[in-house]
């Protein structure tokens, strides 16, 4: 069974640029989340998706966006970039339900210059 | 509102002592904890997690992990360290939004654990 796929690994962008980062969850999952993880925040939660319908979302601002597929794919779009934005983006999908599994990809590395 | 607190950022063993890495958590009402193990330059890996059906739980590559509510705690234990649990373990607490059925993780900020030979 394949497991959440994150594209692409890596980025360089430049401040002011936008990006668009993706993530195909495992098949039979509806849910997606995505985390941003940076040394000095953490782990932050940033919304999570459902049938193509954002369910939660995070304490970040509206330049941070993102989507859902009907088939689950998730993009997340970050607009405007600043150097903070520079982080791991993990990706997580998990099957209906509460309280269920979360299974991460490897994460996109996004570094902003 | 829920959280998880991480003691000590970093710790260091001997390859063959025991592991122990502290959780505290803070939750209002019966918590659904979760410990994630992350390798360098990789996603988080489940190690384990405790939904309230029994308070010592077993997990992946022989750890595991007690819940005490009177302590608030749920640290991850290994009796026996090896080489290749060198890695940074996260705590987390799932969180259900009120209205929608959705839920998220709040992590804690991470142990990095060194193993020596």
């Known amino acids: 069974k394949a497991g959440v796929t994150q594209t692409p690994r890596y980025l360089i962008k430049t401040r002011g640029q936008q990006v668009t980062l993706s993530c195909s969850p495992i098949s039979g999952h509806r849910s997606v989340s995505w985390y941003q993880q940076t040394p000095g925040q953490g782990l932050q939660f940033l919304f999570e998706y459902f049938s193509e319908t954002q369910r939660n979302k995070g304490n970040f601002p509206g330049r941070f966006s993102g989507r859902q597929f009907s088939n689950s794919r998730s993009e997340m779009n970050v607009s405007t970039l600043e150097l903070g934005d520079s982080a791991l983006y993990l990706c997580a999908s998990s099957l209906p339900g509460i309280h269920t599994e979360a299974f991460f990809g490897q994460g996109t590395r996004l570094t902003v210059v | ?117």
């Open chain 2, 1 to 117: 509102a829920q959280s998880v607190t991480q003691l000590g950022s970093h710790v260091s063993v001997s390859e063959g002592a025991l592991v122990l890495l502290r959780c505290n958590y803070s939750s209002s009402v019966p918590p659904y904890l979760f410990w994630y193990v992350q390798y360098p330059n990789q996603g988080l890996q489940l190690l384990l997690k405790y939904t309230s059906a029994a308070t010592l739980v077993k997990g992946i590559n022989g750890f595991e992990a007690e819940f005490k509510k009177s302590e608030t705690s749920f640290h991850l234990t290994k009796p026996s360290a090896h080489m290749s649990d060198a890695a940074e373990y996260f705590c987390a607490v799932s969180v259900p939004k009120t209205q929608g059925g959705s839920e998220k993780l709040v992590f804690g900020k991470g142990t990095k654990l060194t193993v020596n030979p």
